[in-house]
Structure formats: structure tokens, C-alpha cells
């Protein structure tokens, strides 16, 4: 009979059900987004777009834009870009009407970014070849003088 009872006191466990747990573990979750906040915070200052410049200073407002613009930048080289991509300078007026071509848009304003360091004369023949292919929207950037001294 020992054996009977001692069988009977098992299968009573066996059936028995544990409470089910009503917790949420959020320590593993906590865990990765700590992981991905550090990630997006490392990688987010190399997601800088544009060609690097020194831009000179004013004290102009800046504008309001609805859509990208179309850029022009001349670095301290003397090396033309339009967006981010190196282009020879014969080429830019050709690219700028395909472009503006494939937008259907308005006459687009072209904004011509050049390094502090570059010459005067060099920015002015880059404007001069814009302006001589029919674009008269053109526009200088400079950086304000609020950011310059933030930097």
C-alpha cells in the first residue's frame, strides 16, 4: 500500500498546473533598444550629406525651401560638384537642363555653394557658365553667423 499511496501523491503533483505568470520580461527589450540608441547616436554624425566646405559667414535669414534644391558647390580645389558627384565643368550646364528637364517643374533655383578659400573669380566663371545656360535663378549659400560661432 506504500507503494499505491506514494504513486498517488506523484501523479497528484503531475497534475497539478502552476499559476500562469501574468509579468512581462522587458529587461531583454530594454536592452536592445539601449543597443540601437547608441548605434543611431554614433552613425548619425557621419550621415552628413554635401560636399565638405567653409562656407563664408552672414547675417542673412535663410529660406524656405518645399523641395530639394539643386547645388553647386566648388571646393577649395577648384573642383566642381553638382549635388555630391564631381563633374567637369563643361558638363554642368548640360546635366542641370536634363535635370531640370526630368523634374517638369518651374525654373529651379541652382544654389552654388564656394569654399571660403577658393578664389572669387573661380565661384563667378561657375555662375557665369549657369547663368549663360538659361538658368537666372541662381543663388549664393553661406553658412550664418550664428552657426559659424556655434562650431
Known sequence: MAMNGGTAALAGRRHRRRPVMAEINVTPMV?????????????????????????????????????????????????????????AAEELVPKLKAITEARRGAEERIFVRGDRQIDYGTVMKVMGRISAGGFHRVALVTESEQQASAR
Request: aromatic residues 4%.
Open 31 to 87: 536592452d536592445v533598444m539601449l543597443v540601437l540608441l547608441i548605434i543611431f547616436m554614433v552613425s548619425a554624425p557621419l550621415l552628413t550629406v554635401g560636399v565638405p566646405l567653409d562656407l563664408p559667414q552672414t547675417q542673412a535669414k535663410t529660406l524656405d525651401q518645399d523641395k530639394e534644391p539643386l547645388t553647386v558647390s566648388v571646393n577649395a580645389n577648384g573642383q566642381v560638384y553638382l549635388q555630391n558627384t564631381e563633374i
